[in-house]
């Protein structure tokens, strides 16, 4: 049978591609390659999927309802999801609002609309966020906390697919699995993230820009931990039970709040390069600190993330030089 990864042209849907295949499965990959970073990013990270026995890409825009519903194709033998595919960041969204709306709410739909076509359907796993929380200030962030105080419209579409993701469990009997990811970086991520944004300003000589003065912590997670407890979930579907549906809702995280400041000398050791840096006030839907409680996903499936940033960070430098040529 066939795992569909939506996203599959992200960094976490090409790692997970890459392990999914390695373990023999047969994988789907489907990305609409927009442009809100540079598309050339995510033709390289395809380019490591494409020599890959069971590897196939389609590229497909999830908001597109006939295009995602074409895939109920019996010769495809789609039985589980990985929907990673959204408009990702919090900033953007106080600047293209619309395409958090149509990415991650109508495209999200158009996905379990799919899943709920599928004879013998197994299991979809879907992205959330640690944004959720919103203006939460208990720490660790336990999923049995509040989210209905989302601080970004990116936020609040992520905390409606979960409840989108409930109601279609609940009323067709699929089982949905979503992921609360907490601050993903590694080998070939983001270039809107913290760490792509200072190690090139840094290399280039530049001032570094730092939000709330510096006073921000982070649950930094290394994609490799993120993507084993991707798969571990995957393989375990949720049963309905006594409960109202066969939906549960995990963190993933790293377990460790890491000061930001912190993050950056990680990165000045690992560059041998100085960060001139430019404090600034702290960023309309941004919070001050995340921090994820994996009790429930660690009790579940032994989930246990190995990678501190004093490794995980200067393993994405060594990456970024050579992907730059430096």
Known sequence: MTVLVTGAAGFIGMTLSQQLLARGETVIGVDDLNDYYDPALKQARLATLADKPGFTFQKLDIADTDDVLALNDPALKIDRIVNLAAQAGVRYSLKNPYAYVRSNLLGHLNVMELARNIDGFRHMVYASS?????????????????????VSLY??????????????SHLYDIPMTGLRFFTVYGPWGRPDMAAWIFVEKMLRGEKIPVFNNGDMMRDFTYVDDIVAGVMAVLDGPPVRGNQLAAHRVYNIGNNRSEPLMR???????????????????????DVQKTYADIDAIANDFGYAPTTPIDVGLPKFVTWFKQYHGL
Request: glycine residues 6%.
């Open 263 to 285: 993050m950056i000398s990680v990165l000045e050791s690992a560059l041998g390069i100085k960060a001139d840096i430019d404090f600034q006030p702290m960023q309309p839907g």
């Open 155 to 168: 936020a609040a579409t992520k905390r409606s697919d979960e409840l989108m993701s409930h109601s279609y």
């Open 130 to 150: 640690s944004s959720v929380y919103g203006g939460n200030t208990k720490v660790p962030f336990s999923v049995d906390d509040r989210t209905d105080t989302p």
